[in-house]
């Protein structure tokens, strides 16, 4: 029961995030957001595209279908969520947003789905680093301490190189999978 709460409460600050966002123009961003990392893609119908993310702090994907339909389902319990196991989810036919929380244990999983109605989705997702902190009943000490940490993490060499060698993985196998289906 708790679970299903849990879940029912994220995907409504998932919510929030995407109304926020589409009232606006697709490409502004808030000041507060630093762009981390930019994927781009293909999936194949009814198939899924995994990626790690590895920063800590509140992260947002911003992803846009830019053919076909690509959705975006995400998880800290599993590295291969899927419409039936996730967290937090976006499914729209146009940009997919979800705001990871900074409390979500690191790795997360993030599954790129291709939905059976296009043969094919092509998509670009955009990973921003949100530095808005969440107001904290703890001291300022402790929220200056949070901050630095963030930021040193957000800047940490040894995760990009981790997240570029996860990204090029995951495109070498699509690639496979690709000339697989075409074979076979």
């Known amino acids: ?27 502004e961003v808030p000041e507060d957001w630093v762009l981390l990392h930019v994927v781009q893609g293909q999936i194949g119908a009814g198939n899924y595209s995994y990626l790690r993310l590895n920063h800590e702090g509140k992260i947002v994907l911003r992803m ?12 800290d319990s599993t590295l291969h969520p899927s419409f039936d196991d996730y967290e937090l989810q976006s499914v729209t036919c146009g940009q997919d947003v979800v705001a990871v929380p900074a409390h979500f244990q690191r790795p997360v999983g993030i599954g790129i789905y291709g939905h059976p109605s296009h043969h094919e989705s092509e998509f670009e997702m955009k990973v921003y680093y949100d530095r808005r902190l969440e107001p904290s009943p703890f001291s300022e000490v402790a929220t200056s301490e949070a901050r ?3 930021h040193r993490q957000a800047r940490a060499p040894e995760d990009a190189s981790q997240e570029e060698e996860s990204v090029l993985w995951t495109i070498v196998i699509s690639v496979l999978k690709l000339v697989l289906e075409i074979l076979f």
């Open 1 to 27: 029961m708790a679970a299903a709460w849990k879940r029912a409460l994220l995907v409504l600050l998932a919510w929030q995030v995407v109304s926020s966002l589409s009232s606006g123009d697709e490409d």
């Open 64 to 75: 846009q279908s830019l053919r076909g339909d690509a959705d975006l389902y995400v998880s």
């Open 148 to 150: 630095d940490a963030a």
